[in-house]
């Protein structure tokens, strides 16, 4: 019901942008926002962003990674500039209705590598 777009292979110091549409079915999102997962690491919270457009950031991304949404689309977009090897990871989509449940995308793999 969510699915993802955008992941594949940059250089160190470039630039990726990730989206991720909800199916139309998933209604009163309250929130939506982007996991990561390093090989041997537990998932992460990268960014997230309620439908009144707060934003909050993992310590590591910040200045880096813009989360931004366009609501009527039910679609998130998480812009990563100046990456690192160690932004190297799957990422998740997710989206949080005003109940409290939620809804993951399928993941895709990003990869920073020279």
């Known amino acids: 019901q969510l699915q993802a777009f955008g992941g594949g292979l940059v250089q160190p110091g470039g630039s990726l942008r990730l989206s991720c549409a909800a199916s139309?079915?998933?209604?009163?999102?309250?929130?939506m926002g982007w996991y990561r997962q390093s090989q041997g690491k537990q998932r992460e919270l990268v960014a997230s962003?309620?439908?009144?457009?707060?934003?909050n950031y993992a310590d590591s991304v910040k200045d880096r990674f813009t989360i931004s949404a366009d609501n009527a689309k039910n679609t998130v977009y998480l812009q990563m500039n100046s990456r690192k090897p160690e932004d190297t990871a799957v990422y998740y989509c997710?989206?949080?209705?005003?109940?409290?449940?939620?809804?993951w995308g399928q993941g895709t793999l990003v990869t920073v590598s020279s």
């Open positions: 139309r079915s998933i209604t009163n999102i309250n929130a």
């Open positions: 962003i309620t439908v009144g457009g707060s934003t």
């Open positions: 997710y989206a949080q209705t005003r109940w409290w449940d939620n809804y």
